[in-house]
């Protein structure tokens, strides 16, 4: 045994010495039609550029491929066997790219989108008809939580997209602002705040046992950084609805999204409360682990959310 034989060559050598496939290509196509000319319009290039890789590919295996002549192009016998070699060659990166587009094919048949309660009821359900218009067959799981539980199935690698409210991004997430949002402070028409001719100031909200979301949602997270702490929580609740359905009640004041609240606010159900002196404005913003950048459905549908 020579002293190379059953010795890995180093990386990168092959790259220099097989030629690509694009020229493996050509050379089948010669061998096939009989002519340069004819194996280059096949391949959508120039007799020239034909001509030209081949050459290419001749100095560097270091022997004549195609013997060219008025009548036509033929393999010299060197050419022949090296076409058997190629043909081998595209065959396999057949079967590779087939394989490769068979996991493509798997990954896009699923999203796993988790979101947040408020993107989640009044955000994602046009979002979501919108992307099955266009990929019919991608069966979509939604899971809804609160935005730590959002982070927490990203990074487990339970969820391919995600969304938050809250005014940080989840550690070990990487984020893009998708829309805008306000808070909002209601009541049901019959409490003395709805009554009132001038507007709530923020040390009033903080004095004030209020219906909330719980700890770890994004509209939690942005009520107690609005007012320098932790808002009183009359009631702890962990959906949108059941805080909107306990305002609409009687029950208390609450803090909820203006998206959530529209049709409630004009039907009189609810009552907008001014609040002076405080920002309870946020952004609402898709997520996914760092370094991960959405692919296929979900970069589809990330890309939905910015229409």
Sequence with gaps: MSENEGRALPAGVLAHRVPDLGALELLLAVARLGSLGAAAREMGITQPAASSRVRSMERQLGVALVDRSPRGSR????????????????????????GAQAL???RDSRLRVAASMTIAEYLLPGWLLALRAGRPDTAVSLHAGNSTVVAARLLADEADLGFVEGVRVPAGLDSAVIAHDHLIVVTAPGHPWARRSRPLTADELAAT??????QGSGTRQVLDTALGGLARPLIELSSTTAVKAAAVSGAGPAVLSELAVG?????????????????????????????????????????????
């Excluded at 010299?76 to 076409?83: K, M, N, R």
């Design 209 to 214: 046992p209020l219906i909330l979301r719980e």
């Design 104 to 106: 493509r094919d798997r």
């Design 75 to 98: 393999l010299t016998d060197a050419g022949a066997l090296v076409t058997d070699w190629a043909r081998r060659i595209v065959e396999a990166a057949e079967a590779f790219d087939a």
């Design 263 to 307: 049709e409630e606010l004009a039907m009189r159900r609810l009552v907008r409360i001014p609040v002076a002196g405080i920002s309870l404005a946020r952004d609402l913003r898709a997520v996914w682990p760092t370094g991960h950048r959405p692919t296929g459905p979900a970069r589809e549908l990330l890309s939905l959310t910015r229409g």
